[in-house]
């Protein structure tokens, strides 16, 4: 089962670019690497999720190494909104989502 | 229009009693999960269930029982309730089995205290 290492907080200015970085150097070639967040007293929601290629969507972008043992979840201006705990995830055995501690992210105004 | 939606939110009672949290999804998904939050915020699978299927069991004492009446249900009874048992509950749902590229929707937790 691939491990994920993520730094237990950061901090960020509102309407700054935030790297949230996660390593995994244990993956295999068809994990698939999530990201979820979770937001005070609410459940995980999806974030993004890649392969190998980078990823955008409307919330973040997913920047994934060439070796594919670390990965950095982009968001690209930071809002209050955005303050969570925000969980890098390689499922296990397909359908085992495996969260660990996240990082948690503080976004000053 | 909720996606997961699962009931109660919060549930507070007394060790020893039986209780259900019901969980429903629309999203026409295959596959659902019970997850547990424990007091330190680790998030733990607890079950998962494909086309009502039992697939996954993480190792949850017997005291927990999940029933899925249809592919869109997945209830969790609780019998004999002990203190250890507080925690967030949530239930998910996925669109397929055998693939790590599924997204996972979570809903909204229910929060159980036994006193």
């Known amino acids: 089962d691939a491990k994920t290492t993520q730094p237990n907080s950061m901090e960020s200015n509102e309407e700054e670019p935030v790297h949230l970085p996660c390593n995994h150097s244990?993956?295999?070639?068809?994990?698939?690497i999530h990201w979820y967040r979770q937001l005070p007293s609410q459940g995980p929601e999806y974030v993004i999720h890649?392969?190998?290629s980078n990823v955008n969507n409307r919330m973040a972008s997913l920047a994934i190494a060439e070796d594919r043992k670390s990965s950095t979840l982009i968001l690209h201006r930071a809002t209050l909104r955005d303050a969570a705990v925000y969980y890098c995830?390689?499922?296990?055995?397909?359908?085992?989502?495996?969260f660990g501690s996240g990082t948690k992210l503080n976004v000053k105004p | 229009d909720t996606a997961v939606s699962q009931t109660p939110k919060y549930l507070v009672t007394q060790m020893g009693n039986d209780k259900s949290i019901k969980c429903e999804q629309n999203l026409g998904h295959d596959t659902m999960y019970w997850y547990k939050q424990d007091s330190k915020k680790f998030l733990k699978i607890m079950f998962s269930y494909n086309n009502k299927e039992l697939i996954i069991n993480e190792t949850v004492p017997n005291r927990f029982s999940p029933k899925s009446p249809d592919k869109a249900h997945l209830n969790l009874h609780i019998n004999s309730l002990e203190l250890g048992d507080s925690a967030v509950y949530f239930c998910a749902s996925s669109p397929r089995q055998g693939s790590s590229g599924n997204t996972i929707y979570f809903g909204e937790g229910s929060w159980l205290t036994v006193v």
């Open positions: 890649g392969l190998t």
């Open positions: 995830i390689l499922p296990y055995n397909f359908n085992k989502f495996y």
């Open positions: 244990t993956i295999s070639g068809t994990d698939y």
